[in-house]
């Protein structure tokens, strides 16, 4: 038991040392540590004697987090980067809030798409089967046209045309953990890299950013409908958001993030503010 404790205590340490080189400030600068090289251990010196000694060493073994563990976890931050104080609430921006767009059924195929043309496949860009915790691609119970926003009227406007479709309905099981899809990006360090920030929450969606800009401007972003959003989360992002989105909620890849509500949970992927085909599978579902 005593060997135990210390191995608990090693690893105790050993994350402490991770966190403290995370976020050093609230701007994202980070600062490295440097760490001194350490030898391997001489091996044991083998003596004539008439009592023999035996030296074991016992490697330290660490067990990663579960993928996407039921959700009420922990939850952490990060600095927006670079930080500007927001115009209008996040609430109220139709860019964030997909509830504001709203969609709308089309008819299009339910499944897969082998894409010609349309955005270059990316191989860091984040697989949408990620989202599963048995990372599977889902039966479609739905396809969708998000709708435009009219700038000039504050107003929405008609369906967006550019893709036949622009947000897929997935089957679930109520109650199925809905997980933080991640990519092949990492946007700070705490102290493995954070995967992504929550642009916006509320008990029924949220919307993940890939960069830690507070917009869709550049980068990748996702909008999840149809989810029970983690209550630890939920208070922790309205908390930032209240005290003016200085950080923002981050997640690391394949942390939970709520549970799906009902049978489907629809989800619109955008780059560079532009809402995407979900379907094709050379850009979010590669190797399926």
Known sequence: MRLLG???????LLFALGAALADADSMGQVEHASLPNRRAPA????????VVTHAVYFPFVGKAPPACPAPGGSYGTVAVIPYTPR??????????????RGYTPTVAYPGLIDSSGGPPSDPSAPPLYNLFTDQRVPAFSGVYQVYN???????????????PVTLAGFGVAPGEPVC???????IGWAPAGYAMMVLYADAARVTLKYTREDNVVNGYTIHIEHISVD????ALY????????????ALFAGQ??????????????RDTGTFLDPRSRQDWWQGK
Do not use: H, K
Request: aromatic share 4%; charged share 15%.
């Open 6 to 12: 210390l191995l608990g205590a090693g690893s105790a």
């Open 43 to 50: 091996a044991p010196q083998v003596q004539s004697s008439g």
């Open 87 to 100: 115009m209008t609430p996040a609430a109220d921006d139709p860019d964030i809030n997909l509830a504001l």
């Open 149 to 163: 926003w009219d700038w000039s009227c504050n107003c929405r406007g008609a369906p967006i045309t550019d893709y």
């Open 180 to 186: 933080a899809p991640g990519s092949g990006y990492d």
């Open 231 to 234: 209550p630890n989360l939920l």
């Open 238 to 249: 309205q908390s930032m958001d209240r005290a003016g989105r200085v950080r923002l909620p």
């Open 256 to 269: 939970a993030i709520g549970s799906a509500i009902t049978t489907e949970v629809g989800v619109a992927i």
